[in-house]
C-alpha cells in the first residue's frame, strides 16, 4: 500500500483511514492533495497508491465520516473535494488514541532488553 | 447506519452520475500526477506513461470503489434488470403474451380466491357459527322442498338436541315509503331468528318470538345497516318508520349490527315469518 523507494511497507486497512481522516483534520482537500500531503509529511516514507487510497475515500464517505463536494482546484480543474465531518472528528480522535497506545505498547515490548 | 443506506441507495439510483463522478476524479488525480512529473522534467508523453504505470488498473480501482459503495449485488440485479427490459422490448408480441398470461393467471386465481374467501372461508359475522347447522327438505325427486311452517313449529317445540330453531326463507317484495316504491331483497324470519344468531341490533330492536304470536297485527321489520346507511344516511329517526308492503303496514323497529346483513345475500329486510303472504 505504501512504497519507500524499492521497499514495500504494508499498511494495514485501518491505518490508511486514520491518515486520510488526519490530512482531512487540517483542511477540506481532494484525493491528489491528500495522498502528496502524506507523502510530504512522512519524509517520504509513506507513499498511498491510487488503487487504495480512492476506495478507502469512498469508503469513509459512505461510513459517513467524510463528505464530498466538487469545487475548482488550485490549477483551475474540477475536482471532489473531501471534508471531515463531526462523526469523523470523533472517530479520528478514538483511532488515533489507540493507535498511540498501540504504538506506545509495542515500543515498550520491542525496547526490551 | 440510516447514512449508510442513503449512501448506497444513491450510489444505486444516480448510477451513471456517480461513475461519472468517479471518472472524473481519477482522471483529476492522473493529471495533477502527469503535471507533477511534467514539472521534475520529463516529456509529457513519458509523464502519462509513467502516471499510467503508477495508477495501476483503472478499471480495477474503479471495481474497488464500486465494491467500497457496497450493495454491489443490488448493483447488478439492478442492470440485469434493465438489460432484460431492453431485450423485452425488442420482441414485444413475446411480451405481449408474456404478460398477458400472467395477467390472466392471476386475475383468474384472485377472482376464484376472493369468492371462495367471501362465501366459505369467512366465519359468519354471527355467535358461534360453528354451532350452526342448516335442515333442508330433499324430496322424493331429490329437489330441495321447503318446510311448511307447522313442521318448523313441531321442530322447534320437540326438538332435543337444538337449543333454538329459527325458519328463514327469502323473497323479492316491492315496499313503498309514503309512495315511493322500490323492490329489495328481503327475508322472511321466525322470531327466534336474531337470538339464535346471537345479534346485538345496531339500533332500535331486533325480532323476538313475541313477534310471532300475533299474526297480522302491525307487523314489523328490522332493516340491515347497509341498507340503514344507504337509504337513510344512519339517520336515528328510522325506527318507528313505516312502509307498506302488499297493502299491509310495517314498522321499522331496528336495524341489525354493521358486520351481519343477512343468511342470503344482499337481503336488507327482515320480517317475520307469521305475516301472511299472499299466494302468487
Known amino acids: 500500500m505504501g512504497k519507500m523507494a524499492h521497499e514495500r511497507i504494508d499498511l494495514p486497512q485501518g491505518t490508511l483511514d486514520l491518515l486520510i481522516l488526519k490530512t482531512l483534520a487540517l483542511e477540506p482537500q481532494h484525493g491528489w492533495a491528500i495522498s502528496e500531503r502524506i507523502q510530504q509529511i512522512s519524509s517520504n516514507v509513506l507513499q498511498i497508491q491510487q488503487g487504495s487510497l480512492y476506495p478507502a475515500l469512498h469508503r469513509l464517505e459512505r461510513r459517513g465520516w467524510i463528505k464530498a463536494h466538487w469545487g475548482v482546484s488550485e490549477n483551475s480543474r474540477r475536482a471532489k473535494y473531501y471534508e471531515l465531518t463531526k462523526s469523523g472528528r470523533k472517530q479520528l480522535e478514538t483511532e488515533a488514541g489507540a493507535w498511540r497506545k498501540l504504538s506506545a505498547a509495542m515500543a515498550q515490548v520491542l525496547d526490551m532488553a | ?280
Open chain 2, 1 to 280: 447506519m440510516l447514512h449508510d443506506l442513503l449512501y448506497c441507495l444513491r450510489s444505486l439510483v444516480r448510477r451513471n452520475a456517480v461513475e461519472d463522478e468517479l471518472d472524473d476524479e481519477l482522471r483529476f488525480h492522473f493529471e495533477q500526477q502527469v503535471q507533477k512529473h511534467v514539472r521534475s522534467g520529463r516529456t509529457r508523453a513519458e509523464a502519462v506513461r509513467q502516471a499510467r504505470l503508477m495508477f495501476g488498473g483503472i478499471e480495477q480501482v474503479k471495481e474497488e470503489c464500486r465494491d467500497a459503495r457496497g450493495m454491489r449485488w443490488l448493483e447488478d440485479l439492478w442492470m440485469d434488470l434493465r438489460y432484460a427490459l431492453r431485450t423485452l422490448r425488442r420482441s414485444p408480441v413475446f411480451l405481449a403474451v408474456a404478460v398477458l398470461s400472467l395477467a390472466l393467471g392471476i386475475g383468474a386465481n384472485s377472482a376464484i380466491f376472493s369468492l371462495i374467501d367471501a362465501v366459505m372461508l369467512r366465519a359468519m359475522p354471527v355467535q358461534e357459527p360453528e354451532r350452526l347447522a342448516q335442515f333442508e327438505v330433499i324430496r322424493a325427486d331429490s329437489n330441495r322442498g321447503s318446510f311448511s311452517y307447522q313442521l318448523f313449529t313441531y321442530f322447534r317445540e320437540h326438538s332435543q338436541s337444538f337449543t333454538d330453531i329459527f325458519a328463514d326463507t327469502s323473497v323479492q317484495p316491492e315496499i313503498a315509503f309514503k309512495g315511493a316504491e322500490e323492490r329489495v331483497n328481503a327475508e322472511l324470519v321466525s322470531g327466534s331468528y336474531h337470538s339464535v344468531l346471537g345479534l346485538e341490533p345496531a339500533a332500535g330492536r331486533l325480532l323476538n318470538p313475541n313477534d310471532d304470536r300475533a299474526p297480522g297485527v302491525s307487523p314489523v321489520a328490522v332493516i340491515s345497516y347497509r341498507y340503514w346507511k344507504r337509504r337513510f344516511a344512519l339517520d336515528p329517526g328510522v325506527i318507528g318508520r313505516s312502509f307498506t308492503l302488499n297493502g299491509s303496514v310495517f314498522t321499522i323497529i331496528g336495524v341489525t349490527p354493521k358486520e351481519f346483513s343477512a343468511l342470503s345475500r344482499g337481503a336488507i329486510l327482515k320480517l317475520p315469518s307469521l305475516y301472511r303472504w299472499p299466494a302468487r
